[in-house]
DNA sequence: TCCATAACCATATAGTCGTATGGTTTTGAC
DNA sequence: GTCAAAACCATACGACTATATGGTTATGGA
């Protein structure tokens, strides 16, 4: 070995670059030169950790996506679990992804921009169908546990109910983004607790227990 | 005057050539000399049309969220209107936008792809925005008139259901592009449905109208 | 017929950007 | 200390692309 630096760290900062780049000019808008610029770094240092500009879209494509997703999972974790309905963290766990503030409109700017690209690129696409799965995966989970806990009735199929959440929050989510006159976020909120009080119907039964919390 | 050509064919006939380049190729694969070849056209004729490449994007994107509009409004039209409740054919039309076939696959991808760089330049955003309220606008006509009619209740405001409706839909339209194996076109279809079932709740008194009929 | 004008074309130009190349500097191991 | 390898940098290069320029061709009106 020799000198030594925090690979990960350093994909990260440019990563971190690049999506302050497409925030403040857009997904077409972004170099290499300009990246390297915005991280206090050199070009070739760039090119260093990224072998080439795509690798380096891909890359910051995940970041940004777990960015999203880890904001979710935190609120989750965070949340009572005993004596709250499944119903309720379900729900914050899907308005805390809505474009609330100025950071969240900032994040899904970024997301959206490479949702335009992932439809012309199929290694982006991966990406995106990935993180989908893995949210549909989350809210069926909690589905399930609800439906042990009796806050949803035994004859819901838990994947076909969540991806109708997670369809119906992402249709919100984008027109709350593209449109905040006409879908204001409280309306969407508004929008997903009715749906949600449509799936959960029943009365929980037993003590709560987290969405992703393995019954025993 | 002189040698005269329609100028809004041409127009046209650019835009399409541009629509077909995305679907091909993508977005960001798009340039003045590929449009032109592809329009069997020289690049200056395109310079005569359209002053920048920008504008010639913007047109595009007009000429393909017309397009898309325009299957819904025309199987609107084709409709029966006597006797066919509102929420059919509301239903009809909305399952007419999914990406159901290849032909309306591509042009989602061509949407899509605009989507993404709407998210970054105010002038496609605003075409979207149009785009987009003239459709809950439609919606929104539809639930007014079923409201007359007595197939949703009186209490219901016409403007909120139609915002979900559009969200909802649209929601789902993303998913099923994103991954049709975890949201298959039937089943997006089935989750319309439902909603839509839970909007139109009532029977209908009178004879049947059309969405965009006014009342007499 | 003639000519002004719009339709249409081929090519030059200037700028941009991704990547290659050929470095210098730092540092961990011996 | 020294040396090899990695971290890091500045710049050159080649390809691409939007647009400008300077045309030619066809045609409607006089």
Redesign the pocket.
């Known amino acids: 070995?020799?000198?030594?630096?925090d690979?990960d760290e350093?994909r990260h900062q440019v990563a971190s670059a690049v999506g302050q780049l497409i925030s403040a000019e857009g997904l077409n808008?972004?170099?290499?030169?300009?990246?390297?610029a915005r991280a206090?770094?050199?070009?070739?240092?760039?090119?260093?950790?990224?072998?080439?500009?795509?690798?380096?879209l891909l890359f910051t494509y995940h970041h940004v996506l777990e960015r999203i997703e880890q904001r979710e999972t935190d609120l989750v974790a965070r949340s009572e679990t005993v004596g709250t309905r499944i119903e309720h963290i379900v729900l914050d766990a899907l308005r805390e992804s809505l474009p609330l503030d100025d950071e969240r409109r900032q994040e899904w700017r970024v997301a959206l921009a490479f949702t335009g690209r992932a439809a012309d690129d199929p290694r982006l696409a991966e990406v995106k169908v990935a993180a989908l799965r893995r949210r549909r995966a989350r809210i069926a989970e909690a589905v399930t546990n609800a439906k042990e806990c009796g806050e949803v009735p035994e004859a819901t199929d838990a994947d076909t109910a969540a991806a109708r959440i997670a369809a119906y929050a992402d249709g919100l989510i984008g027109h709350v983004f593209a449109d905040p006159t006409g879908m204001p976020p409280a309306a969407a909120q508004a929008a997903l607790g009715d749906h949600l009080a449509s799936v959960f119907t029943g009365e929980c039964r037993l003590r709560g227990r987290a969405p992703g919390e393995r019954p025993a």
């Open positions: 070995m020799s000198r030594v630096a690979h350093r808008a972004v170099t290499v030169a300009k990246t390297a206090g770094i050199s070009v070739g240092l760039v090119q260093h950790y990224f072998r080439t500009k795509d690798e380096m």
